[in-house]
């Protein structure tokens, strides 16, 4: 299959590019670079460095590439920096996506996959999260994001678009084979924070909270190697085949794991002390997000091969070391 892949060339997006090849479709890149990193797409793929509201440049790339399909991955995802610029969040988040969505629907373009996120259900009263459960987002990212599954679900019932939203939970880890990682700058995630204090590149980490209703006090989440959340895109194609399906999937392995967890696996895979200091709590933080995913592992016949978060910790070392300062471009 032809595939449009929307911010390709970001964390989750080029990796997806990297699977979509390895299962034998047709990877086209849209990003505009200003999160993307150029060199985490192979040189080989068609790439565009367009803006989402040039609905001209994205509709005669849509038609010269024949795109059968759309993956969405642009997006802005800076909790607190939503929350203090939510017009640049809704924006970007938003109303980009429905220039796209035009472009798509003027094309004839149905098929579409979208990013979505576990901030969706805010702080949720139940765990583990299953998809049917109300979702209440606590800041503007996850309300950009539960708008656009609303709008989704609208065109869907309008227009025949055919829809998966993925909501992630922590993507994290590396390719397996060492040619891609995690980059991001400002760079916030806990995984990458550890390994650079492990490595001296960064000060010591602040654990944001030890005082939370949980077994060592300190945060539950849910991390999901890049690898095994693209391949749930590619496995979905085939539900898309149905004009209007509107599908939601959790996107997790289930296994919650706590920030000192995370400290610990990186000292275990690195060799190295993580130096940190317990800091106060970060806002918006809930105690625990960890997923139900049954119905991806049911409808979709999808199992994450990586269950537990060392394994994943290690890819990202490998990628790390190789690449301590990330992506060049
Ligand atoms: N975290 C932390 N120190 C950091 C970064 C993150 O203690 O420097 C914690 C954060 O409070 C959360 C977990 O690590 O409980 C995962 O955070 P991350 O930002 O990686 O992902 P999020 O869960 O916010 O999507």
Redesign the pocket.
Known sequence: MNVLVVGGAGYIGSHCVRQLIAAGHNPVVLDNLVYGHRAAVPEDVPFYPTNLGNEKEVGKILRKEKIELVMHFAAYAY?GESVTDPLKYYFNNVAATLHLLRCMIGSGVKKFVFSSTC?TYGVPEKMPLVETMPQAPINPYGQTKLDVENILKSLAHANGLSFAAFRYF?AAGAAEDGAIGEHHDPE????P?AIDAATGLRPP?????NDYPTPDG????DYVHVDDLSRAHIAVFDQLAKPGAALFYNLGTGTPTS?LE?IRAVEKVTGKTVPHTI?P??AG?PPA?YADSTKAKTELNWTPKFTTIEPIVATAWQWHQANPQGFRS
Not at 205 to 209: D, W
């Open positions: 909790v901030a922590n916030t995630h806990l995984i924070l980490l602040q654990v944001f909270g300190t945060c539950l989440r920030v995370v800091a709590r970060r933080d997000l």
